[in-house]
């Protein structure tokens, strides 16, 4: 009877630890960005109003911003996000491999520590329409077309 409760106990315990499908972080997001959109981008040029701005405003910019982080990197604009701070600059215009937003989001992905930490992780299709982008230059235009909405 005892080694019966132990083994249920065990279970229970497991099934806690188990992401929820409410949870804050879900193992794996949706694609922001439409059928065709996602098309487009590995077809020909990534676009950053058409492409990377949506997916930056949906799963990125909520927490990477100024109020969220302060004194560390933002994902508002253009400005700070190339900016390089202790760690390194979130984008490397050119250089995926030295972009702390490409780098961390794929070595989270590997470990526990998921990255976006709250809400949907990108998607495979997200993850490379953004590393696409970076390597392409990371075009981002001024003013407000290039201002990221914080959706909280």
């Given at each position: 009877?005892h080694?019966?409760w132990?083994?249920?106990?065990?279970?229970?315990?497991?099934a806690s630890c188990?992401?929820?499908?409410d949870?804050?972080?879900k193992?794996?997001?949706?694609n922001?960005l439409?059928k065709?959109?996602?098309?487009?981008?590995?077809t020909?040029?990534v676009?950053?109003?058409a492409?990377?701005?949506?997916?930056?405003?949906?799963?990125?910019?909520?927490?990477?911003?100024r109020?969220?982080?302060?004194?560390?990197?933002s994902?508002?604009?253009?400005k700070?996000?190339?900016?390089?701070?202790?760690l390194g600059?979130?984008i490397?215009?050119?250089?995926p491999?030295?972009s702390?937003?490409?780098?961390?989001v794929?070595?989270?992905?590997?470990h526990?520590?998921?990255?976006?930490?709250?809400?949907?992780?990108l998607?495979?299709?997200?993850y490379a329409?953004?590393?696409?982008?970076?390597k392409?230059g990371a075009?981002?235009?001024?003013?407000?077309?290039?201002?990221?909405?914080?959706?909280r």
């Amino acid at each position: 009877m005892h080694s019966h409760w132990h083994s249920f106990l065990c279970v229970l315990v497991l099934a806690s630890c188990a992401t929820p499908p409410d949870s804050e972080t879900k193992p794996m997001g949706e694609n922001v960005l439409s059928k065709e959109a996602i098309h487009a981008a590995k077809t020909g040029p990534v676009d950053f109003t058409a492409h990377v701005k949506p997916v930056l405003e949906a799963k990125c910019v909520m927490c990477h911003n100024r109020e969220a982080l302060p004194g560390h990197g933002s994902l508002e604009n253009r400005k700070e996000a190339v900016r390089s701070g202790a760690l390194g600059a979130y984008i490397v215009p050119g250089h995926p491999e030295s972009s702390l937003l490409v780098a961390n989001v794929k070595t989270a992905h590997q470990h526990a520590s998921v990255m976006p930490a709250v809400g949907e992780r990108l998607t495979k299709d997200e993850y490379a329409i953004l590393t696409k982008w970076v390597k392409e230059g990371a075009q981002w235009p001024a003013g407000k077309a290039g201002t990221l909405k914080i959706i909280r």
